[in-house]
Structures are given as C-alpha cells and as structure tokens.
C-alpha cells in the first residue's frame, strides 16, 4: 500500500502523472457483498421490482460489469454501493460496512473511498477542468496546499494537463468524461462506479475513455463497477459480469466464459445474443433452413485449432459442412467465437461428427424457431 485515504493526512504527492495506488488490503477479496438484495418503488399505486433477489459480490482489484437492457435494475444496484438507493430488503456491504444500514453521516465518509462517473459527466460549467477536480479535493476535505500538486497529477493521468484552464463546454465528450474519471478519483478511492460512462460518446471516444478505465484498474489497483447497456465496454475492460434482466441476476461469471458458451439461460440468452450478434436470429435461422436441410449446430472457439482440426476431417468422414454465421471477437485477455454450422451426411456420421466437435468446443444444437 502506498496511499493514505484519511483526507485529512493525504500521502505525500508522487511524481505528475502516477496517482497512488489505490489498493489496502488483500487483492481479490470481496469488497462489495449484495446479500438478498431487493428494491421495490411504489409509484402511483403500483409497486415495480427494480431490484429482485440480487446475491453477488465484487472482488477488490477486478473490474465488475453490470450488463442489461434499459429498465433492467443497472442503475438502482449501483446506486445501492453509495447508499443513494436503500434496499428494500436484503443487505449491502462495502468495503466491510453495511452501506444499507448506515446514516447519512456515517455513509459521508465510506462515500470518500467510494468514486463515481455518469453518463452525463456532471461537471460544473461554471468552473475550469482543474476548478472541476479541485472542488472534489475541497469536499473531501484536503487541505488547501495539497490540492494543486494533487489536480496537476490526475490531470496528467487523465491526458488533459494542458486542459486545465479550460472550461467544460471547451472540451469534447471523451475529454468531459477524462475529467470526470479525474474528479471521482480524486480523493484516492478504493473502488470506481462508472454509471454508464461511455454510453453518450461515439465508439472511437467510448475506447478512450475505456482505456483511461482500465489503467485506472491495472495502475491505481482500482476496484471498477461498471454498469452499461453496451457489450463492447464488458468486452474490453470487465473481468466479470452480471447479465440483469427485469431486476434479476440471470447469468454471472467471468467475461470469457460468458461470451464463449454457447448456451444460456432462458433469460440471458435473449440479451446475449442480441448483444454479441454471435449467433443467427430466429429469422436468421429461419433463412438457413430455407437453403440448408442440415443439422445446424453452434460451436465454440476456445480452441480455433481443434475445432478447424475436426472440420478439417469432414469431407473424409462423409459430412458436409457449411459456415452459416459467426467469427471471432476478443475480451480483455482473449479470443473467443462462436460458429453455427449445417452439417449434412448419413445421421450416424453427423452424430459421430458432431461428438468430435464437442470435444474441441462447446456445442449446443440451434433449435427450429
Ligand atoms: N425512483 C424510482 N421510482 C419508481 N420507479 C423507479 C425508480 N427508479 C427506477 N425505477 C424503475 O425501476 C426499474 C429499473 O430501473 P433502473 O433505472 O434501475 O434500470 P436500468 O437498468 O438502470 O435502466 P436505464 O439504463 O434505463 O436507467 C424501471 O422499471 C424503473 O422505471
């Protein structure tokens, strides 16, 4: 540990441009515990489950993806982990205190180790980029003489030192964003929201902003909870992640697995693959069919090699084969992909065919819409 996180003795200033390391205590530990968390809104006289039955828990130093359509629960659950939003019932643990049992006064100072970026920025018009991260440093209290040598370096870590003096309507949304991630990290906390951080910029600003996450995570030990309708902001930085589906968590797990099998539960299977576009639509199936009488069935990619080895022995074995959807994609650390195949020949050879492709990948049959 190299940081101090008591605002009032903040730790001498490293070199511009490397921010402490944000990490205490053990790496991979769950800082974030939701136990049978659920959050009910009664609004005009009919109740909504925004949040159903929730159980999970982020580990510290991982970066933790919530993924799901608009309306999913994503933003009540996030909001829970500052204690913006009480649980209806259930219990919420952050960084060892139960955040949805705390007073407003007991959460301000659990709420210091905790950052936060929205999709909207928030920043303060009225102030520079160097005012806008300042004002976060005068909230949590550092001293007055601390904060500029402070701001000069997560400036610099942000990539806008020469941005300073600017004004937010100055800059674009990747650099409004950049000045965001500076202000929620300003007073060294231990864990980052991102409230669907990149949702409002355009794909090649989203990867800016998503690299300046990730070294958030790997440079500073930041434990990242991001939580976004995109599947590209999981594929690039998560390390895990949650699929939510009207406020329940339907799948979870690391972001590989979860992009590499080929079969999901009913209710994830929907927004994966409406996400990944890995695999055919019922309308897409429905056109294979039309040119293909095949047996159509899906393959994962974990190990290319094996299973263009076993494709390889098709024509052999007296099985036909026929590439109808798919390709590789890549997560954080590696490839992965899925291929729908029509295989055609005398049923006993497919089926043997297709014992061997399930021993070089995840197979799952692609079912008649
Ligand atoms: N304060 C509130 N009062 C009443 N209903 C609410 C409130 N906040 C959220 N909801 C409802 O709870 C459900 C989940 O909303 P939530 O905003 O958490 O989902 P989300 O996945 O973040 O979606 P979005 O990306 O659209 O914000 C929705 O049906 C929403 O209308």
Do not use: C
Not at 163 to 168: D, E, N, S, T
Not at 231 to 239: F, P
């Amino acid at each position: 540990m190299t940081g101090s996180h008591t605002p009032e003795h903040p730790a001498a200033v490293t070199a511009a441009g490397t921010p402490r390391r944000a990490t205490q205590g053990a790496p991979g530990e769950d800082i974030i515990v939701f136990d049978h968390v659920s959050r009910v809104f009664a609004t005009g006289g009919r109740e909504v489950t925004a949040v159903d039955d929730v159980s999970l828990s982020v580990r510290r130093g991982e970066v933790f993806g919530v993924i799901g359509f608009s309306g999913a629960g994503k933003s009540t659950l996030i909001r829970m982990i500052n204690g913006l939003e009480k649980p209806t019932s259930g219990t919420v643990t952050v960084l060892g205190e139960q955040v949805s049992h705390l007073s407003e006064a007991r959460l301000r100072p659990l709420r210091t180790r905790i950052g936060m970026v929205f999709q909207q920025f928030n920043l303060l018009t009225s102030r520079t980029v160097a005012g806008n991260v300042e004002y976060a440093l005068a909230t949590a209290g550092w001293p007055r003489g601390d904060r500029k040598a402070r701001v000069a370096e997560l400036l610099e870590f942000v990539g806008l030192a020469d941005k300073a003096r600017h004004y937010p309507e100055q800059l674009s949304g990747g650099q409004k964003q950049r000045v965001g991630i500076a202000r929620a990290l300003a007073a060294e906390p231990e864990i980052l929201l991102a409230d669907e951080a990149t949702s409002a910029l355009d794909p090649s600003t989203t990867q800016e902003v998503l690299t300046v996450l990730r070294r958030v995570n790997e440079e500073l030990g930041v434990t990242i909870v991001a939580i976004t309708h995109e599947m590209e902001v999981i594929r690039s930085i998560a390390d895990r992640v949650a699929v939510m589906d009207t406020g329940r968590v339907v799948e979870s797990g690391k972001v590989y697995d979860l992009f590499s099998r080929p079969a999901h539960s009913a209710d994830a299977a929907s927004f994966v693959a409406t996400a990944l576009k890995d695999r055919p639509t019922a309308e897409e199936v429905a056109r294979i069919r039309e040119r293909t009488a095949g047996r159509l069935v899906m393959v994962s990619l974990k190990d290319a090699a094996a299973v263009s080895g076993v494709l390889g022995t098709a024509a052999q074995r007296g099985v036909g084969f026929e590439i109808v959807h798919g390709g590789m994609s890549a997560t954080k650390d590696s490839a992965y992909g899925l291929l729908t195949v029509a295989l055609t020949g005398e049923p006993a050879a497919v089926e043997a065919f297709v014992a061997d492709l399930a021993g070089a990948g995840d197979v799952q049959e692609v079912q008649h819409p």
